[in-house]
């Protein structure tokens, strides 16, 4: 059985909601309010609901974390990142406006390790494409991160060194 050597996760529609916009969309400042974060508007920015155990299981079993997200305002998504606690589940984070290649050529040098060791989460189809020529196992998340996702593409990658590059 082969274990994954870094899972990387886009932000936007993958990990979080941003009540149904990208985070680059929103209008800072955002704030903590009780359990929630939100932008000026109140517009709430949530962890889809199985991803702090996601996050749990890659911790507990030892297995590096990233983000890869391409966004235009890199400052608010790390302030979110940061808002919403998750900031320290993170060996590294790619978060600018370029392509995904530029974020994974990125991860390779600074985690030292090859792609086909790595799985990847996006909900762009146009990302898992690009991606997916690296070697890296790509997987299209069409509506958020769900456990049942995670733990198949886990188990698939596991038992052959990879998984289907487009499930749904």
């Not at 309010?33 to 949530?46: F, I, K």
């Not at 589940?89 to 994974?104: D, G, N, T």
């Not at 898992?128 to 509506?143: A, D, K, Q, R």
């Amino acid at each position: 059985m082969r274990k994954p050597e870094l899972i990387v996760f886009d932000l936007d529609f993958t990990l979080w909601d941003c009540d149904g916009t990208w985070c680059d969309c929103l209008s800072p400042p955002f704030r903590r309010q009780n359990e929630r974060v939100l932008d000026r508007a109140s517009r709430q920015v949530r962890l889809y609901d199985d991803v702090t155990s996601i996050l749990d299981h890659c911790d507990n079993h030892s297995i590096p974390m990233a983000i890869a997200s391409r966004t235009e305002q890199p400052a608010w998504a790390r302030e979110l990142v940061g808002l919403l606690a998750i900031n320290h589940r993170f060996a590294f984070a790619e978060i600018y406006p370029s392509s995904k290649l530029k974020h994974f050529a990125s991860l390779s040098a600074a985690s030292g390790l090859n792609h086909e060791g790595m799985i990847f989460f996006d909900d762009e189809m146009r990302n898992i494409n690009e991606v997916s020529t690296l070697g890296v196992t790509s997987i299209h998340v069409p509506n958020g991160m769900t456990a049942d996702l995670f733990h198949t593409t886990l188990r698939a990658f596991e038992n052959s060194g990879h998984a289907s590059r487009h499930q749904d």
